[in-house]
Every structure is written in structure tokens, then in C-alpha cells.
């Protein structure tokens, strides 16, 4: 079965500190990945997508992830972390033709001053 | 590009009544639509997919004449939820891909309902 999965529940790191949140997925083919970010009370903001070629991604603020086939991941990271980054991340997958998103069960990344 | 809009962002209502949710493509036509529903702390969950001029698609246990969705044009989907109850408040998030989208759905801010 086609799935989407973030290990990490919450995340606690410092501010200034090197960040990695997980995603893993499970699909026949190879998915089209995204990554997106929720602030309290707020919508979905994008911060970066996979659909093909370079492996390594690059998004808005600060923000990259790498597809790992043979791993089945697509772990987001950011260098150096901010107290504004705190939020509910999630992490999504699709396949070409059935366009309905799985989505993983989010991380939820504190920040310690 | 790929706006998404949500109206109302909002909205409280007493038990019993129902509440008409618009989700709008305001610069490409949207083929499909998608409405999720989030509890707090919660994941997305979808609930139904339109498409334009047919008839919803919803997910296994979603109650269909709970949850109206009518995709009239190509830039309007609405979800009305008929008698709601306390346990349908929720934060209800709607998506749009268009013919170009490929496979990348664009998401509304959300709309928080509140049933007393």
C-alpha cells in the first residue's frame, strides 16, 4: 500500500542548531514529494517539491531535502534553525495519475532560544 | 501564481444549522478540487475529490449527504455541511490542481468552523 510516513513526532532542537526532519514513503513508482510547513491556526505554505532530476532540492527559507530512492526517503533540512521556524511540518506524496495527496502525520519542530 | 481562496476563514454557527464553505481558483481553472479536514494537532485528511461538473468522489467513511460538495465551475468548489453538530467542528482545507498543475494540488488557508 502507497504511504507516507514522518517517524519523528515532535522535534526539539536550539536555535542556531542543524535541523533534519524525516519523511518516508512506500509507492510502486516514483512519487512526486513535497514538503510543507503550518503555522498554528494557519493554512499550508510549500517549501519545496520532487517531481524528477536533481535529487537534491532547494526551497524557501533556508530549506533543502534530498530524495534518497534507495532509502525510500525525502528528509528536509536546514543548516541553522530560527525561533520563527517553529511550526507543524508535514510531508506529502502523489503519483502521476491519481493526484490525491498522502499525507505524513507532521512533525512538530520547538525551538529553544 | 496558483492563488486558493477560502471564504468564510471563519465562521460559528449553533447546532442544527448548515454552513456553506467556498473555495475559489482566483488565476487558473481548477479541474479537480480536493477538501481536507484537519483536527487539532491532527494530520490532513481527505475528504472528497470533485471535479468539475461531476459528481464528488468521497473518501470511505465520509458522509456524503453530510458533507455537500458541488464543483459547479471551473474556478468554485463549495462544501456545505448540513446540520452540523459540535463533533463537525473542525479546520477544513480545500486544494486545486488545473490541466498545467501536473501533480501539485494548491492549497486555501483553511476555514475554522465552530459549531455551539
Known amino acids: 500500500a502507497q504511504s507516507v510516513t514522518q517517524p519523528d513526532i515532535h522535534i526539539t532542537v536550539s536555535e542556531g542548531a542543524s535541523l533534519e526532519l524525516r519523511c518516508n514513503y512506500s509507492y510502486g513508482a516514483t512519487p512526486y514529494l513535497f514538503w510543507y510547513v503550518q503555522s498554528p491556526g494557519q493554512g499550508l505554505q510549500l517549501l519545496l517539491k520532487?517531481?524528477?532530476?536533481?535529487?537534491l532540492v532547494q526551497g524557501i527559507k533556508g530549506f533543502e531535502a534530498e530524495f534518497k530512492r534507495s532509502q525510500s526517503s525525502f528528509n528536509l533540512r536546514k543548516p541553522s534553525v530560527h525561533w520563527s521556524d517553529a511550526a507543524e511540518y508535514f510531508c506529502?506524496?502523489?503519483?502521476?495519475?491519481?493526484?490525491?495527496?498522502?499525507f505524513g502525520t507532521g512533525t512538530r519542530l520547538k525551538v529553544l532560544a | 501564481g496558483a492563488v486558493v481562496s477560502q471564504h468564510p476563514s471563519r465562521v460559528i454557527c449553533k447546532s442544527g444549522t448548515s454552513v456553506k464553505i467556498e473555495c475559489r481558483s482566483l488565476?487558473?481553472?481548477?479541474?479537480?478540487m480536493f477538501w481536507y479536514r484537519q483536527f487539532p494537532k491532527q494530520s490532513l485528511m481527505l475528504m472528497a475529490t470533485s471535479n468539475e461538473g461531476s459528481k464528488a468522489t468521497y473518501e470511505q467513511g465520509v458522509e456524503k449527504d453530510k458533507f455537500l460538495i458541488n464543483h459547479a465551475s471551473l474556478t468554485l468548489s463549495t462544501l456545505t455541511v448540513t446540520s452540523a453538530h459540535p463533533e463537525d467542528s473542525s479546520f477544513y482545507i480545500c486544494s486545486a490542481r488545473g490541466e498545467r498543475s501536473y501533480n501539485e494540488q494548491f492549497f486555501g488557508p483553511g476555514t475554522r468552523l465552530t459549531v455551539l
Open positions: 520532487y517531481f524528477s532530476g536533481d535529487t
Open positions: 506529502a506524496g502523489t503519483t502521476s495519475g491519481t493526484y490525491k495527496y498522502i
Open positions: 488565476d487558473f481553472q481548477a479541474t479537480t
